[in-house]
């Protein structure tokens, strides 16, 4: 494995399986070719399945399993969760609302997305709201108050507050500063 994907992992390392490689693994067992035919897609469909499983690995998409989640349930609802804010990110979420749609109560889902994302809920949210306004003020001439409500703030005096806290300049001068280089 060191020799073809470059590095090996941890030996003690155990991982959540994502549903793409879970699918692939269930279609490795249950095939209903006959000998010859299965043999070969068996053959095919376990070097897929290696080949994604270090590509995912080394992308860092395959999620750890940590000492607080070892139930597969809970970690697919933390990363529903995680799902729900890369999809809504720019809707109004609260730690209930986000928990609710989840089916986790609230203190699994945060001692959970901690342990799994090594940052708070809102973190995640704050992150990828900067992330597309700083996407917005560079590419569309939108005013900044604008820019602001369409990323999920509620005014554009917590937007420019959230926006220096998380890139340390305001967004105005962001957009001068992009733009004048």
């Given at each position: 494995?060191e020799?073809?994907f470059g590095?090996?992992p941890d030996d ?5 399986l994502?549903p793409?490689l879970t699918a692939?693994?269930l ?6 070719l ?13 070097i897929?399945l290696l080949?994604?499983t ?13 000492d607080?989640i070892?139930?597969?349930a ?6 529903a ?16 609302s986000?928990?609710?749609a989840?089916g986790i ?10 342990d ?10 704050s ?10 003020l ?12 369409r990323c999920?703030?509620?005014n554009n ?12 300049v305001a ?6 500063q992009k733009l004048?280089a």
């Open positions: 494995c020799r073809i590095y090996v003690d390392c155990a991982f959540h994502p793409d692939t693994a279609s490795i067992r249950d095939n209903g006959p000998a010859p035919s299965c043999d070969t897609l068996r053959l095919a469909k376990s897929e080949c994604e270090w590509r995912s690995l080394a992308n860092g998409n395959l999620i750890p399993l940590s607080g070892r139930n597969r809970d970690a697919e609802r933390i990363l969760a995680r799902q729900l804010i890369d999809e809504h990110w720019h809707e109004k979420l609260t730690l209930d986000i928990a609710r989840c109560n609230r203190a699994k889902l945060t001692r959970g997305f901690r799994m994302f090594a940052c708070t809920i809102a973190d995640a949210i992150v990828r709201r900067l992330h597309h306004a700083r996407s917005m560079l590419s569309t001439d939108l005013p900044v108050a604008t820019i602001g409500y999920g703030y509620e005096a917590s937007f420019s507050r959230a926006f220096q806290r998380g890139t340390g967004p105005t001068l962001y957009r001068a004048a």
